[in-house]
């Protein structure tokens, strides 16, 4: 298969990833997966672009950055094929990089490792969303998201007050709500932070 037809391939597995996963009603949240991700799709928010060579993922994801239209596009996905070349250690490794040099400019990254997939016992909701999802993966590739730091973190409390994370397991919501909220305020609300943090903490051990 040449690489225009693979990309393209990996592209449309991702669209229907979305349409599979991430947009219905998830029976175990009582909302979709992902509240915006319709919207996005429907409103040509979303950009997807896929590695197209072996060189270093860096160049390729730097490029991407640079060439990100944030008017245009909430969101940006790179996807990898090469995945091989690292493991998922080496792939966090490059989130955190990513998030270190860019969360300052409005950038927030995370990502998914083929070898580190969600899983029944931790993240249910992504893995049976609806009784009759039988979604699967055509092909293997890392999955990096990119998104506006700010407009992430006021999706976040919004999704907070009318209870999206009520039913989260306890630790995924942790690991990647409550790091990256606290870590938005510490950088741009610091005269903010303990309040917010003292009022989420009271609302999750509510839901646990």
């Not at 245009?72 to 270190?100: A, S, T």
């Not at 992504?126 to 699967?136: A, G, H, I, K, Y």
Request: glycine share 2%; hydrophobic share 25%; with cysteine.
């Amino acid at each position: 298969m040449s690489r225009k037809k693979l990309a393209q391939k990996i592209k449309d597995d991702v669209i229907n990833w979305s349409k599979n996963v991430l947009e219905p009603m998830n029976k175990h949240l009582g909302f979709p997966a992902c509240p915006f991700a319709a919207k996005w799709r429907r409103d040509n928010k979303l950009r997807i672009e896929v590695r197209s060579d072996k060189t270093k993922y860096e160049k390729h994801l730097t490029s991407l950055l640079k060439d990100w239209n944030k008017k245009q596009h909430d969101i940006l996905i790179f996807c990898d094929p090469y995945w091989d070349q690292y493991d998922n250690g080496q792939f966090q490794d490059k989130i955190d990089f990513y998030n270190k040099t860019y969360n300052k400019r409005d950038v927030y990254f995370m990502g998914f490792h083929p070898t580190n997939p969600a899983t029944v016992e931790e993240q249910e909701f992504l893995v049976n969303p609806t009784d009759d999802c039988d979604w699967e993966p055509e092909y293997q590739y890392s999955m990096m998201l990119i998104q506006k730091y700010k407009q992430l973190y006021e999706a976040s409390c919004k999704l907070h007050k009318i209870g999206y994370y009520k039913n989260w397991p306890a630790e995924y919501y942790d690991d990647v709500v409550k790091t990256r909220q606290d870590d938005y305020e510490k950088l741009f609300k610091k005269e903010k932070y303990n309040a917010r943090h003292d009022n989420e903490k009271t609302s999750h051990e509510t839901r646990r």
